[in-house]
């Protein structure tokens, strides 16, 4: 009968031999990223594939943690590590110690993802840049204290501004430290009530000497500095995540210099010239306003007002009578309107009519007015009211109408 192994036999074989062979323990593999997957302890799992076949790997925490990029499915890379089994499952994998992006470089695909994911953010929209003030009093200079640059800055800001204060506040521009360095650089910077603006920026390099200034903890601290933030790092070539996210880019630390203060020659005779165009607009306007002066002198109004006034005077006359002669008529043509309407009055009152000779007779008892002999009775009294005066009387006898 042959031996019979357990898994876990057969296992341990498959893994003592792969793990004992020197060339599985350092080897290099390219391949795709699929199934990526970023666990909550840091750790990295992933495949690596190609047209044919599949590897599977991983890149634990302690080592991921040094990546300048953010893997992701469909990147291409080249992994460095060691093959060994993962026995609980019974699989080989490649326990992934470095890695790079193939292709577009680790260095280029970390400074496109912190691009994007910061433009995303607004940290680069034009709406949140701060003006550059126009002749700033004092500059704060974050640089390396003795590098070439900061030479540089100070020589042509004093040619351009000999009054300008500068103060630099000294950093690491290069190296793993020099990003914590200028973020504490720019924390000074942004604590300092006088300063009305910052510089930061250094010489040129390689990409790896300026990669200080693609820090996303930097660009923040560029971010939040309450100053203007001018950059100017490496060559005119050179663009950085600070580039983007300071107020205004500068192509070399000579040009942020150039852009921070106005060649003070140059305000003065602007100055001058400025004096001179307003005094010339003065004196013409102050000749255009005598000119005009002078035409109003010799006008007759100014000149003999009396005979303007003596003119309006006379019109005053003349319009209080026609005034007082269109009142006259109006109040003529009511009183004639009055007087016709007393005459109709006067036709239909009663007393007109007694005045022509008749009378009216009133019932004593209710004091009605009667109209027939049969409204009253002999014996009853009445009143009888005349054009002047009024009579009493007592009926002897009433008189029926035989004509009705």
């Known amino acids: 009968m042959p031996e019979i192994l357990t898994v876990t036999q057969v296992t341990l074989y498959l ?3 792969i793990e004992t062979d020197i060339l599985l323990q350092r080897v290099w593999v390219r391949g795709e990223i699929s199934n990526f997957t970023l666990h909550s302890s840091g750790h990295m799992y992933f495949t690596l594939k190609d047209q044919a076949s599949r590897l599977r790997a991983v890149m634990f925490k302690r080592e991921n943690q040094w990546l300048k990029f953010q893997p992701y499915d469909g990147l291409e890379v ?8 993962y026995q609980k499952n019974g699989e080989y994998q490649l326990y992934v110690e470095l890695m790079e992006a193939a292709g577009l470089g680790s260095l280029y695909l970390a ?13 680069f929209a034009p709406e949140r840049k701060k003006p550059i003030p126009l002749l700033p009093r004092k500059i704060g200079v974050i640089t390396s204290p003795t590098g070439a640059a900061v030479r540089d800055i100070i020589r042509i800001l004093h040619r351009r501004h000999p009054r300008v204060d500068i103060l630099v506040i000294p950093a690491q521009v290069q190296g793993d430290t020099a990003p914590a360095s200028l973020v504490k650089a720019l924390q000074i910077a942004g604590g300092l009530n006088d300063l009305d603006l910052v510089i930061i920026g250094r010489g040129g390099g390689s990409a790896e000497e300026l990669w200080a200034f693609n820090d996303e903890a930097v660009a923040r601290a560029v971010a939040a500095c309450p100053h203007p ?10 663009f950085t995540i600070t580039d983007f996210v300071a107020d205004l880019r500068a192509p070399t630390p000579s040009g942020a210099a150039e852009l921070s203060v106005p060649e003070i020659a140059e305000v003065a005779n602007r100055i001058k010239l400025y004096t001179g165009n307003l ?3 003065f004196t013409r306007l102050c000749a255009r306003k005598r000119a005009h002066l002078e035409r109003l002198v010799f006008r007759p109004v100014l000149r003999q007002p009396d005979r303007l006034i003596a003119v309006r005077r006379q019109q005053v006359d003349e319009g209080k009578e026609e005034l007082i002669r269109r009142m006259k008529v109006i ?9 016709k309407e007393m005459a109709r009055l006067d036709a239909l ?18 004091g009605q007015v009667v109209k027939r002999s049969g409204e009253v009775t002999p014996g009853e009294d009445i009143r009888v009211v005349l054009g002047s005066g009024q009579l009493r009387a007592k009926v002897e006898a009433v008189q029926e109408d035989v004509s009705g």
């Open 78 to 85: 080249v992994a460095a590590g060691r093959i060994a089994v």
């Open 15 to 17: 893994k003592q031999l």
């Open 229 to 238: 933030v001018i950059s100017g790092v490496g060559h005119e070539t050179d």
């Open 349 to 366: 009152s009663p007393l007109a009519v007694l005045n022509r000779g008749y009378s009216i007779c009133f019932r004593e008892t209710d």
């Open 331 to 339: 109040l003529e043509d009511k009183r004639k309107s009055l007087r």
């Open 111 to 123: 400074f496109e993802q912190l691009k994007s994911r910061l433009a995303q953010e607004g940290l």
């Open 279 to 281: 005094c010339a607009l």
